[in-house]
């Protein structure tokens, strides 16, 4: 009887019949702007006394919509703590490419970035769920871009992944204070990322020695791993460039997979 | 009692206890060359009855040496009928980069580089093992380069991996014949690979409209994946530029792992 118990638990383990996702909207506060993120886990696999990996997931320049929200889901079926970041303010989201601009604009080049993005993942942490030796960050467009400047202000992290994510050359300051190993997917014909650019962001990773891996998915351009990234775009009045490709997308989110199981080891 | 040997025999199979390997030697000819190649499989996984997915193995240019050998027994490990591909001669091995250059250099622009791999897929095939609607071709170095020209050949290929290969540009009518997928392995600083020889082997990729993956894998350079790359690279006075990474090799290798469950999953 004890092993046909056994035997149940560990099916049911597998096919994940167990699971039952939590999900909560998170109000905090950062410089005076009043925010609200989203924190997803599964409660059979992360607890106060067995604290798992945690995952921050920084949205695109549309700001805090549901594709961050599923993908903080997603990372809680896992078995990760996920924490879907608000850069902009509670409720600030938009359809409207020149509106995102203006939003997406205010932290680019600014500590700023690094700073809302870090107030999030403080609220990872705080959900006292989380193994703080074990924490990374993943990004989508804009929010690729910020953990980029979140990994270069020496937040502890042990990587970051971003998904078409606008590329930031690491200065040698950054790379002093890097800590985080990077996993940076990268759709080969985006044509919103210039070869110069990445040229420049390839030799900074080399120049300072950092710790990644680049992949560049044949067919893929901007937003490729959203699946509603061709209605979005279109009802944004953004013609090309943008669209999503399944291929590339369950293929970086299974090399983001890989990447965890790496860098979330126990030692 | 029933359910105890169900979980045993789950457990079994986990852990790859019951696992038993099978290596020999093939002689076969081509093009008037006596060659001799390496097949391994695990015979609790691929027979006549059971068919295996299948993959060809091509050296890098000191040919058939045991490095080539022990990724056939690795794969074979994995479930996989692996065979390990003569390119030279029976027992033509070298460890004199003038020589192998020269062996390699016979093959490079001309129909006999695929064609004396085909050799190789054709006896894989021929050892009844495995399903010829899943297969694939993997090479290291000069092998990368082979496997790349085995795929423009319009082989049957399901896919190919590259680890370290020098990068062939596909012409036209390669993009035309070509069946694989590509997953491409590379050192982000292999100083044998100029930046423009991989500028142009990007764009042919994407003007083919090939379905490929192109990794660079931070600090890698030349032959990273081979754990004897140093020694081997000191003998021959090869200095600078050749090296194993132990960082990349297990992440390309783990990136070759989910290429190939993709590439051979049953439709």
Redo the contacts between chains.
């Keep these: 009887m004890k092993?046909?118990t056994?035997?149940l638990a560990?099916l049911a383990a597998a096919s994940g019949v167990a699971a039952k996702i939590v999900t909560k909207p998170v109000a905090y506060e950062h410089g005076g702007v009043k925010l609200e993120g989203y924190l997803a886990y599964d409660d059979t696999k992360a607890s106060a006394a067995a604290k798992a990996p945690g995952v921050v997931v920084l949205p695109e320049w549309w700001g805090l919509t549901e594709y961050p929200k599923s993908r903080a889901e997603q990372l809680a079926k896992l078995g990760y703590v996920a924490f879907a970041v608000d850069m902009y303010g509670a409720g600030v989201v938009t359809g409207d490419p020149k509106k995102a601009g203006e939003l997406a604009g205010q932290f680019y080049g600014r500590p700023l970035m690094a700073e809302r993005a870090a107030a999030g993942l403080t609220q990872l942490v705080k959900s006292g769920l989380v193994d703080e030796k074990r924490v990374a960050a993943i990004g989508y467009c804009f929010g690729g871009a910020t953990v980029q400047a979140l990994a270069y202000s020496g937040a502890p992290l042990a990587g970051i992944v971003s998904f078409h994510g606008s590329l930031i050359p690491a200065s040698a300051e950054a790379a002093a204070k890097n800590q985080a190993k990077?996993l940076v997917c990268h759709g080969?014909?985006d044509p919103f990322i210039k070869?110069e650019e990445l040229?420049a962001f390839?030799k900074s990773?080399?120049e300072g020695?950092?710790?990644?891996?680049?992949?560049?998915?044949?067919?893929a351009i901007h937003a490729f791993s959203n699946p509603k990234a061709d209605e979005i775009a279109k009802a944004a009045g953004l013609v090309g460039g943008v669209g999503y490709h399944a291929?590339a997308d369950?293929?970086s989110w299974?090399?983001m997979r890989?990447f965890f199981a790496?860098i979330f080891a126990k030692k």
């Design positions: 092993n046909v056994l035997l560990f990077f080969a014909v070869p040229a390839s990773m080399d020695k950092f710790d990644y891996q680049f992949v560049s998915y044949a067919g291929a369950r293929r299974e090399h890989s790496e």
